[in-house]
């Protein structure tokens, strides 16, 4: 079991920057693929960005040279710095943690809320 909890979301402005974050715990952080998901009002959810166990990452065009995500395996932690933000970036935020055993084991955050204004 991987226990995900987010923070860090809020009411922002366009234009500018903020962090969030989402501590792991519940097995060894190094062996678990990171991501960060999210769902826009009336959307499904999408895929922002992944970083796997080795710091391989990859990006959805959406966010692509605005969204940076990051990983500190001594800390349990990944982030997700946000910069130039868009009212279309207005979702539920979550975090994703993939372990691969035998079979794929995904767990999700509670996810917290990123509200742009104009």
């Known amino acids: 079991q991987v226990q995900l909890v987010e923070s860090g979301g809020g009411l922002l402005q366009a234009g500018g920057s903020w962090r969030l974050s989402c501590a792991a715990s519940g097995r060894p952080f190094n062996t678990i693929d990171m991501g960060w998901y999210r769902r826009a009002p009336g959307k499904e959810r999408e895929s922002v960005e992944l970083?796997?166990?080795?710091?391989?990452?990859n990006y959805a065009d959406s966010v692509k040279d605005r969204f940076i995500i990051s990983r500190d395996n001594a800390k349990n932690m990944v982030y997700l710095q946000m910069n130039s933000l868009k009212p279309e970036d207005t979702a539920v935020y979550y975090c994703n943690a993939r372990v691969v055993l035998d079979r794929i084991n995904t767990y999700w955050g509670q996810g917290t809320q990123v509200t742009v204004s104009s």
């Open positions: 970083i796997t166990r080795g710091g391989s990452s």
